[in-house]
């Protein structure tokens, strides 16, 4: 994949059965998202195709049922929709941010105690403010405006 390609909630979560079962059949694909999903099958089919279109999703067809895998990790797929959020947000409102994740996040003491040492060492080298990304007017810093 060379650039950047979002996925829907639909999308992501044909993805989400492809990451945990690599190498699945659209039926099991389709059995699996129809557990918790109202989608008809033909629905799942076009989602999948979407995908591969996208370049997500692979697809071995050298005999049928074809078989079908992600391309991108998923925690590839987050780095990249990560990086695409903070780039949408003025960079000094990246601590709102990530402190809103953290408030919506369910989280358990270990993913604390790791987000905790994550902000020690990150604290060691960060600088004491941190300059606006935005184009004038895009924002509230008002170091853009005339």
Not at 109 to 128: C, F, M, R
Request: charged share 20%.
């Amino acid at each position: 994949m060379t650039e950047f390609q979002p996925m829907s909630p639909s999308e992501r979560q044909i993805m989400r059965v492809l990451w945990a079962n690599p190498n699945s059949t659209s039926g099991y694909i389709i059995e699996q998202l129809q557990r918790s999903f109202s989608w008809s099958d033909s629905t799942i089919k076009t989602l999948i195709i979407r995908l591969t279109k996208k370049g997500y999703i692979q697809i071995d067809d050298r005999k049928k049922p074809f078989h079908y895998s992600a391309t991108i990790s998923e925690k590839a797929q987050l780095d990249q929709e990560t990086d695409v959020l903070l780039d949408q947000v003025c960079h000094k409102q990246n601590g709102n941010l990530l402190h809103t994740l953290i408030d919506k996040a369910t989280l358990s003491q270990d993913d604390i105690q790791e987000l905790v040492n994550a902000l020690k060492e990150k604290a060691a080298s960060a600088p004491t403010t941190v300059a606006c990304n935005c184009l004038p007017g895009q924002c509230n810093c008002h170091h853009h405006h005339n």
